[in-house]
Nanobody, 126 residues
């Protein structure tokens, strides 16, 4: 299993970036996927998740309305479109292979991770 992120960089507040994750070594279309970030000196923070077909997406409150997760199963690729970026979005962003456990009692799935990429750095600064 290999997950390779790209698309990070430095951007001014209010700007946009599109992260990509190229997946290989497994049947991409059979797995849920997720984005997780880690800011300097902080623990990992879940950002977003998507189910196998792309029909169900989930977002952390901190990014809802600004970020959009998507996938292209024909290209074995996962994406994260990030708009209206804020300095607090500065972090190392990882894509991860996941399993989403959806409950009717919660708006958010429980997420189990098994493989991670190496991450791509996003820095939002003026």
């Amino acid at each position: 299993v290999q997950l390779v992120e790209s698309g990070g960089g430095m951007v001014q507040p209010g700007g946009s970036l599109r992260l990509s994750c190229a997946a290989s070594g497994f049947t991409f279309s059979s797995y849920d996927m997720s984005w997780v970030r880690q800011a300097p000196g902080k623990g990992p923070e879940w950002v977003s998740a998507i189910n196998t077909g792309g029909g169900s997406t989930y977002y952390a409150d901190s990014v809802k309305g600004r970020f959009t997760i998507s996938r292209d199963n024909a290209k074995n690729a996962l994406y994260l479109q990030m708009n209206s970026l804020k300095p607090e979005d500065t972090a190392l962003y990882y894509c991860a292979r996941a399993a989403l456990l959806v409950s009717p009692y919660s708006d958010y799935p429980r997420i189990l991770y098994d493989y991670w990429g190496q991450g791509t750095q996003v820095t939002v600064s003026s």
